[in-house]
């Protein structure tokens, strides 16, 4: 059973960082593209950052471009590094794997597998 676990959210001042992880168990991925989704509140789920798991190559969106950094480790565990963090992007933080390659984007209709999320809320 594929299980994917959020951790490291929290309060964070604006300008600040904030480290969150994503414990990935339940098969190899080594042929999946690991991504972050983030949704504040009365908005839509957005894309925000990919990692092919085989290649290491990412892709983000341009909201974060610059600011995050989307890795991953040998423990099968995915890290989102986020920097200079702004009010705006307080949201509950999402995790989820789609098998494939990191083209064509990542988007909620194809990912595979979702973690349960954590909530990162950035105070100004």
């Known amino acids: 059973q594929v299980q994917l676990v959020e951790s490291g959210g929290g309060l964070v001042q604006a300008g600040g960082s904030l480290r969150l992880s994503c414990s990935a168990s339940g098969r190899t991925f080594s042929r999946y593209v690991m991504a972050w989704f983030r949704q504040a509140p009365g908005k839509e789920r957005e894309f925000i950052a990919a990692i092919s798991w085989g290649s290491g190559n990412t892709y983000y969106a341009d909201s974060v471009k610059g600011r995050f950094t989307a890795s991953r480790d040998n423990a099968k565990t995915l890290h989102l590094q986020m920097n200079s963090l702004k009010p705006g992007d307080t949201a509950v933080y999402y995790c989820?794997?789609?098998?494939?390659?990191?083209?064509?984007?990542?988007?909620?209709?194809?990912?595979?597998?979702w973690g349960q999320g954590t909530q990162v809320t950035v105070s100004s």
């Open positions: 989820a794997a789609r098998f494939g390659s990191l083209l064509p984007g990542t988007t909620e209709r194809n990912v595979d597998y």
